[in-house]
């Protein structure tokens, strides 16, 4: 069984198993070069060497193509589905009594300590998430029509922080539409409850979907509008400083986005970093991890995705990250020390790195794009030891 997304090249040396390149080459009719160049996705095959070497390696056509889409009857019994099921509605019957709303607050609470901080997050969130949307959806509604004007501002106020919480969430399980949606109702909610802090938390969230969903521009423009506003806003010294930061740290990444480093650089080192010295890291506003760590971190992630890897990893082991109060923050600093490592072809740190970062936090790392491609960037091209140890952890993710 291989994972769905898993590309042919790779697909066809999982199933090669142990029998040599040149073997196989030979009885279909090509050269070992040609098949080694298939197997890294350098080529393409055509449909009569894909028959070929179905045929060869005893499994059928179908096995060797990818198939992104998930069926419609697998999909629908997903703790993603359950999620997207209760955040369209689906929940307590409208004559159900609402949960207060301080109880509410505790469970979004919980939740959100328990997405930042827990190796097993996903797991967690799939028992949790469902109940807990459609119970703060049933109380939302409920609100909007009560007369208890402070339950409703808190009700509201707990809407707020779960819909950024599901945008984090749903983003990071591939639902970008729903994320928006999540975005959407977290500043519905923050706007109703007359909350600036939460409208400044909500707007950084909606940055972060624009960003998602490949409009960097309009996640630049957007942020720094945010950050005008927030500077303005009627909130406390800390909290005031900490959203601005944050929300330049969107412009920062959008920049980077559109390869403009120098002006991501800029932005970091004058507007994102004076607000950073005045917010210690433990503070977590927001939920946002704005602060002088997570400051450094994005240097990194300037340094990686401008290719300048050397400046990148030489900045990485100057920070450390054990007191931040994200673990999912940590798992993105190490994942892209191994990107670095990757792009300088040290295929030994690289799966260091991954093995680490399994040990940290094993559902993110397989559930991320970017780490499952290192490891099948690791089989590809690395020395036989090393790939054999890839291999091993590609079968513990579930990629083959």
């Not at 909007?144 to 983003?171: H, I, K």
């Not at 690791?378 to 036989?384: C, H, Q």
Request: glycine share 6%; net charge negative.
């Amino acid at each position: 069984m291989v994972a769905a997304d898993l590309p042919i090249g790779d697909r066809i040396r999982h199933y090669r198993g142990g029998r040599r390149q040149d073997a196989v080459a030979g009885l279909i009719g090509i050269t070992p070069d040609y098949l080694s160049q298939i197997e890294r996705g350098l080529k393409v095959p055509s449909l009569p060497i894909l028959y070929a070497l179905a045929q060869e390696l005893g499994v059928p056509i179908a096995a060797l193509l990818s198939e992104q889409a998930l069926a419609e009857a697998d999909a629908a019994d997903t703790a993603e589905a359950a999620v997207g099921r209760a955040l369209l509605g689906y929940g307590p019957a409208r004559s159900a009594p609402p949960v207060p709303a301080a109880e509410l607050r505790d469970r979004v609470e919980t939740a959100w300590r328990t997405w930042q901080t827990a190796g097993d997050r996903f797991t967690q969130a799939s028992v949790t998430l469902p109940d807990l949307v459609a119970d703060v959806e049933h109380a939302a509604r409920a609100a909007r029509g009560g007369t208890d004007a402070a339950e409703r501002r808190a009700v509201l106020q707990a809407a707020a922080d779960l819909y950024c919480l599901l945008r984090s969430y749903l983003r990071r399980t591939g639902r970008v539409d729903l994320a928006t949606l999540a975005a959407d109702r977290a500043m519905r909610a923050a706007e109703d409850a007359d909350d600036p802090l939460r409208i400044a938390i909500a707007q950084w969230n909606l940055g972060h979907v624009l960003l998602a969903s490949g409009q960097p521009a309009e996640a630049e423009e957007f942020a720094l509008r945010a950050a005008e506003q927030v500077a303005t806003a009627q909130l406390p010294e800390l909290e005031r400083t900490a959203m601005g930061g944050a929300l330049q740290l969107v412009a920062v990444v959008a920049a980077a986005r559109r390869r403009r480093w120098w002006e991501a650089r800029e932005r970091l080192t004058t507007q994102a970093a004076s607000a950073a010295r005045a917010v210690p890291d433990s503070s977590n506003v927001g939920w946002t991890v704005f602060g002088p760590t997570n400051l450094a971190l994005h240097a990194v992630s300037i340094e990686m995705e401008a290719g300048e890897t050397c400046e990148a990893l030489h900045a990485a082991d100057a920070i450390d990250t054990s007191h931040l109060p994200s673990l999912e923050r940590e798992f993105t600093f190490g994942l892209e020390v191994a990107a670095c490592h990757s792009q300088r072809r040290d295929d030994a740190a690289v799966l260091l790195s991954l093995l680490g970062l399994e040990a940290m936090a094993p559902e993110d790392l397989a559930r991320n794009p970017l780490a499952r491609r290192l490891v099948l960037t690791v089989i590809r091209r690395a020395r036989t030891m090393h790939a054999r140890q890839a291999e091993q952890l590609a079968q513990r993710l579930g990629l083959v």
